[in-house]
Every structure is written in C-alpha cells, then in structure tokens.
C-alpha cells in the first residue's frame, strides 16, 4: 500500500495477535460472495474491503485495548472483523444482511477458531438499534455505508453512551466534514454535532481498489473519542442540536436571521445571541460547540422562548 496510505497520525504499534490473524484477501471475499449469492448493492452501501494489509492498519489506528468492546456496523463478509477481533477483547457485529449475519459465525469459526467466543451478532438496522446485548461496546469500528454513515455514527453515539472511542471508513468528503473545525469551508452540522460527544480529527485515506466493487470516491479515516460535554451542563443535546440544525439551514446568512424561527423573531434571536456572548452578526460556520451550547442555554434566562 505505501506510506501515501497515512495523512498524519500513522499508528506504528502492532496489536498483539493481529500480525499472525488470518485475514480474507480477494480470492477468499469472491469465493464467499459467490457461495453466498451475494451481490454487493449500492442501496446497502456494500464495499467489501479485500486487502489484508489494509486491515491491519484500520485495526492499528483505531487504537483498540485487549479489554474493549468494539461495536462492528455492516461487517459484511467478515475481512475488518477478523482483525477487529485479533486486537479486542469481544465484538459485536450488527449486520442488516440476514445471509451475510448468519455466515459470519461460520467464517470466523474458520479462519479464527481460538476467538469465535468472542463474536456476537445482531440481525438489525444500525439507525433503529436502540441497545444491545452485554457486554456493552466501549469502541465503534465500522466500514460505514457512504449513504447513511453521518446518520448511523450520530444515532449510535446518542443510543450507546459506553462508546468511549473508535474510528470510521467513510467517503473522504464526508471524512473531511466530520473532522472540520470552525471556520473551515466544510464546518457544517456533521461536524459541529460530532464535536459535541468530543474531538475528531482525519488519520488517513484508503484508496479505492483497496474494495470490491470498486467505489467511485475515496475514502478516510477518522478517529474520534468521547469526552465530558464542553458546553453548558443545564442543556440537553437535543436542545443544542435544533440551534445547530437552525443556524445552517442557510449557510453563509447572519446568525440573527438564521436563527429567527428558532428564538421566534430575529430580535428575538439577536437578544439571545447577545445573552450567549456570540455575535449576531457571525455565521453558524464560524462558532464552536461551546457556543452553541451557551446560545441553546439562553433559553433558561427568557432570552428566547422554551
């Protein structure tokens, strides 16, 4: 693969067992597509991953422990959850796909027989999943569909707060909105979001020959991890999310205005604003996630209506 695999950040240290794990390379994933009857569709976003060395350095950059709990979204024919489950200490697997939930048992058993224990499988969508069976993940690691990878990665993150930390293969472009910060031209609601469970930031790109089929756009990495909330303790996140969703339902226009429904008038909102120390004139592209928080907590003064 090359170095050119790595943007910054590269993890160099190798996961005990992960060296020696057998991974699927592209013989084995055709011969299980073919066994299997598995066309790969866009509409499920499948991309199956066959090059082991590019496992391995997904695996290294997540940064897994022995003891975590990796929370694995559309493993597919199994190539990431085979190194996934050399490097953790249990996986669980949520597959859309009921063939593809009811083989990958079988191929782990196969190619890993020594952690087979470790495996759990659900049959279910990653946007509706509300819980899941003990033990609960402390690490999300996915090849995330391109279609809905910024909807699963947040519902999940609201739905399973023992995720500590992960990394997701998304589409670079998507990859790039997740990790900006303020002020960059592709800040925007994933972004602003995400930094709302804690910082993220991109680690790398993975070329697209690396999958079969072959994607039309690259894709990237990013590494994100869980911290305390940096805004205001008295609000929720769902009260943070709708200023969010609000200020950049028309980008590039004046916080005032683009908060005007929101606060219920545009002097509603400047007075809000102005509560929270952020200025009316500003754009949603330039403020952080303390700031929304601080314009969402105006509400608790009277500055804008509940």
């Not at 170095?3 to 699927?24: I, K, N, Y």
């Not at 940064?63 to 199994?78: A, F, I, Q, S, T």
């Not at 519902?155 to 472009?173: A, D, W």
């Not at 005032?256 to 102005?274: D, I, N």
Request: glycine share 8%; aromatic share 4%.
């Amino acid at each position: 693969m090359g170095s050119s695999f790595w943007d910054t950040g590269a993890v160099t240290d190798q996961p005990a067992g992960l060296e020696d794990a057998r991974l699927l390379g592209p013989v084995e994933i055709r011969e299980l597509a073919g066994r299997l009857g598995i066309r790969p569709t866009k509409t499920l976003g499948q991309n199956f991953v066959h090059d082991p060395n590019t496992i391995r350095r997904i695996v290294r950059a997540a940064e897994l422990r022995p003891d975590d709990v990796v929370l694995e979204v559309g493993p597919g024919l199994g190539s990431l959850t085979l190194g996934l489950l050399a490097a953790s200490g249990h996986l669980t697997a949520v597959e859309i796909d009921a063939r593809l939930a009811t083989e990958l048992p079988l191929t782990v058993a196969a190619g890993a027989p020594e952690l087979a224990a470790r495996l759990s499988v659900v049959v279910a969508d990653a946007l509706t999943v509300t819980g899941l069976p003990d033990p609960q993940p402390t690490a999300l690691v996915a090849n995330l569909p391109y279609n809905v990878s910024v909807p699963v990665l947040l519902h999940l993150m609201s739905m399973l707060p023992s995720i500590r930390h992960g990394l997701v293969m998304v589409q670079l472009e998507v990859a790039d909105r997740l990790a900006a910060p303020p002020g960059s031209k592709v800040y925007g609601i994933p972004s602003a979001k995400l930094a709302w469970y804690g910082p993220a930031r991109r680690v790398g790109t993975v070329p697209r020959n690396v999958f079969w089929p072959v994607p039309n756009v690259e894709s990237g990495l990013v590494r994100f991890s869980r911290a305390e909330p940096t805004g205001r303790p008295d609000v929720t996140r769902e009260e943070v999310f709708r200023v969010i969703d609000a200020a950049f339902a028309q980008r590039r226009k004046m916080l005032r205005s683009a908060l005007a429904g929101w606060a219920g008038s545009a002097a509603a909102a400047e007075q809000a604003l102005t509560a929270a120390g952020v200025d009316p004139t500003a754009r949603g592209e330039t403020i952080d996630i303390e700031a929304f928080s601080r314009i969402a907590a105006s509400r608790l003064n009277g500055s804008a209506p509940r």
